[in-house]
Every structure is written in C-alpha cells, then in structure tokens.
C-alpha cells in the first residue's frame, strides 16, 4: 500500500478553537483497519509518531503531532445493531450527529449524551465527554466494547470478558493507547424527555443544589459572571406526547439568542471590556422560562456557534457549591471581565481509570472565554480554586497539570500508565501533551 491509497495530504491542522495548530509531515484517512495498520508500520519504520484526530474539538494538544496524523473521515457508519443485545457498533469517525439521528430512525438511542454532538464517537469518548445525570454517566461509560490496533499492528477487541484490563482503561484512552476503530456502545428504546428551563437567582440554586440533582434524572445551570443570576435546565423522562419547542420559538432561543446575539454580545466585549457587566445582566435576563417534550438527542444537545476556549474541572460533588461560591467571589474582587456563563453539571461514580468521575460522584464546573480573548488570569485562578478541591481536569480542555498532580488525584493512573508501557513501549503514540500529563 502506498499512501496514496490511505488518501494522504499534507495540510496544517488547527482545533476547532483556533488555539492549538499542528504541522503534521503527512495527514492520513484510511478507509479500512488493515490499511490503518500497514500506516502504522510505515510510521515507525519511519520514525514518525501517530496521533488520530476526530473533529478538534478538544482545545488541548492532544492530538496534535508533527509526525502522521490520521483522520478517521472514511472510518464511518454503523456496523451492526444488535436487538437482543440492545448495542451498536460504530466505526470510530462517525459523528455523534450522525449516529444520533440513525439510532433514532432505528427506534434507539443513548441513555445520556453531552451537549454538542459535532464530535467523533471515537475523539469525544477517548477524552471523556459527558453530560449531566443523576444516575447515568459519560458517553464512555455507556461502551461495552471497543477495537484497538496498537504500536505493532495488533486488532485487539477489548470487553469486560476480553482483554478486560485493556477495556478498563481504553474507554479514556487520550489517544495514547493505540488508535480506536470501532466502538460498541449499549443503547436503549428510543425515549422522551421532558425540558424544564427556567431563571433563577445563583443563592436559589446553591441553597438547593443537592435537592434539584436527587430530584431530576438531569439537571445542569449557567451562572453569568457579574450578575446573580443562573439559567437552569432540568431533564425527565416522560411519557409524552411530544412537544417540541416550536419553530419560531426555537429559533429566536436556540439561534438568534444563544448565537447570532450572543456572538454579537462577546464582540462587543471583546472590544470594550468594560461593557461586560452589562452585557451580563441583559443577557442573563434576555432566556425566558420554557417546557418543552421531545427524543433524547434533541433535549440533551444544541448547536454551539460562537467560539471559545474551554477550561473544566471535575470535584466532588460535595465540593460543588464552595468551590463555585469560590469563583463567584474571585470574579467579584478581580479586574477581570468575564463574558461566557459558568456551565455546571453533576455525573455519577464510573468504573473507568482516567474518568473524571472514576471512583466518585463528581460535579463538573466548566468556564469559558470568547475565542480571541486573553484567557491565562481567568482559567489559572479557576484552576488555583479546583486543584485545592482536588479537582481533575477535563482531558480535553485547557489545563497545566502535570503527571505527578494528575497521579494525586486519580486512584488508578497507575494502571493506566502500566497498559500504556505495555502496549505502546516506544511511543508511537505520544506528543508534548501526554508527556505532561501522562509522564515519559
């Protein structure tokens, strides 16, 4: 095989949020797993690392690499649905957008998804995506097995009853385990959920925190920075009918407020900072109460048009309320001027080595900044806050966390990094990135 025949080019790679660029010596979408193994023996006999990159997503430089990059856009589609079983089987680029609306036709669906859908299944469960729930957790906790081809060219299927230590850590496997091209996932009969958005003041929902998680199957709130105001979100299952928002009402929440006058809004404050605090108060007022029943794909996720650079933090969760009362108050004695909403979510404890919820019931803070704006003061005094609280960074957003702190924090790194040194000895695998945060 040539590489011609895994379609190669030689572009530069840039992350959907502008901030991590990538001068790959050759970029690579090979269409079937035989071909991703011969790409990577010609790799190593070149001397070339490898890094699998999905949609970008991710603001960190996880997959970037100045060796092969491969790009899974022929690596798409179902591979079987299984009734009996209740799973699917998806081949590794397939878009979260793509299977969620095939899964619907077929009558099926994800029990909890995170809320954009943009991603790849294979780029979004390799660095731990999730959504809110009471009771169900990340999308990589819904997989019931995954294909592997590692250093050398082995396909390894990995279950709890097959190569199950490899399973125990490759559902989080941030690309340093080998290259993911399929992934099982279990699914359910498709269901209807009930949304329930509505304002309330940031004391109302500290002071009820706990009892809002216990009492909704999801439940997840935006604080906006200089105001005491929150917007809330809480999703049920329902027993319909469907309701869905209607078109117009739709559009004016979903697109002209939440993006065209939001992007407006953040241009502005790009420009006169000072104006933020304002702004804060309009927009935090601007999203009015509303109910509304549809299929789960629709309720859990919305479109994210205005660009920005991502930090988050998973505490525990009953750390959630000080640690955000914490930032709250950081914010209001700094000079900083924060324009994106505080996103904060709930996940239950999973079985998986490097989940931010391995091992714990764990609350999700998350800040953002306009794409463009300096972020350094903002996202270092956050991480200063949930590092005291031993906080565990999202994999695939801004951090500075280092091997040594990430080893404190998580209970099973180590059994993590023993796979890895057996699976991936030389680093084919490797970049800047995991060195940080994975050690040599």
Excluded at 147 to 173: H, M
Excluded at 249 to 271: P, T
């Amino acid at each position: 095989m040539t590489d011609t025949d895994a379609r190669t080019t030689t572009n530069a790679w840039r992350n959907w949020a502008g901030n991590v660029t990538a001068r790959p010596v050759r970029a690579v979408s090979p269409a079937s797993v035989p071909e991703l193994a011969e790409v990577l023996r010609r790799a190593s006999e070149d001397g070339l690392r490898v890094k699998p990159v999905g949609t970008g997503h991710s603001f960190t430089a996880t997959a970037a690499t100045d060796g092969v990059l491969i790009r899974p856009d022929l690596l798409t589609g179902i591979r079987n649905i299984d009734r009996e079983a209740m799973t699917v089987t998806v081949e590794a680029g397939t878009p979260l957008k793509r299977l969620n609306t095939a899964l619907a036709r077929e009558g099926l669906s994800l029990t909890n998804m995170g809320d954009i859908m943009e991603q790849t299944v294979a780029g979004a469960t390799s660095t731990g995506t999730h959504g809110t729930g009471r009771d169900s957790a990340s999308i990589s906790a819904q997989i019931r097995a995954l294909e592997l081809v590692t250093a050398d060219g082995t396909v390894l299927t990995c279950s709890e009853k097959e190569n199950a230590d490899v399973f125990a850590v490759a559902r989080i496997g941030l690309g340093a385990l080998g290259v993911v091209t399929a992934i099982t996932f279990a699914v359910e009969p498709v269901f209807l959920l009930t949304a329930r958005e509505e304002p309330m003041t940031f004391d109302r929902v500290m002071s009820g925190f706990d009892e809002l998680v216990a009492e909704n199957e999801h439940f997840e709130f935006y604080w906006f920075p200089h105001t005491g105001n929150c917007n809330t979100k809480r999703n049920n299952r329902s027993a319909g009918p469907a309701a869905p928002p209607g078109k117009l009402s739709g559009w004016i929440e979903d697109e002209l407020l939440s993006n065209g006058i939001f992007q407006v809004a953040c241009s502005l404050g790009r420009a006169v900072p000072a104006a933020i605090p304002s702004i804060a108060k309009l927009s935090s007022r601007a999203l009015s109460a509303r109910t509304y029943t549809d299929i789960p794909y629709k309720v859990f996720t919305s479109p994210r048009r205005v660009r920005f650079v991502e930090m988050e933090y998973a505490v525990p969760r009953e750390a959630a309320v000080e640690a955000l009362r914490e930032v709250k108050a950081m914010v209001e004695r700094s000079p900083l001027r924060i324009s994106f909403p505080v996103e904060v979510r709930t996940a239950p404890a999973d079985d998986i080595a490097l989940s931010t919820a391995s091992g714990r019931e764990s609350a999700y803070i998350a800040v953002h900044l306009y794409k463009g704006t300096p972020y350094q003061a903002y996202f270092t005094a956050v991480e200063r806050i949930m590092t005291a609280h031993a906080g565990r960074p999202h994999w695939g957003k801004v951090n500075t966390r280092d091997a040594e702190y990430l080893a404190g924090v998580y209970p099973r790194f180590g059994e993590f990094t023993a796979v890895r040194d057996r699976l991936d000895p030389d680093r084919l695998f490797g970049n800047d990135y995991l060195r940080r945060v994975l050690g040599e």
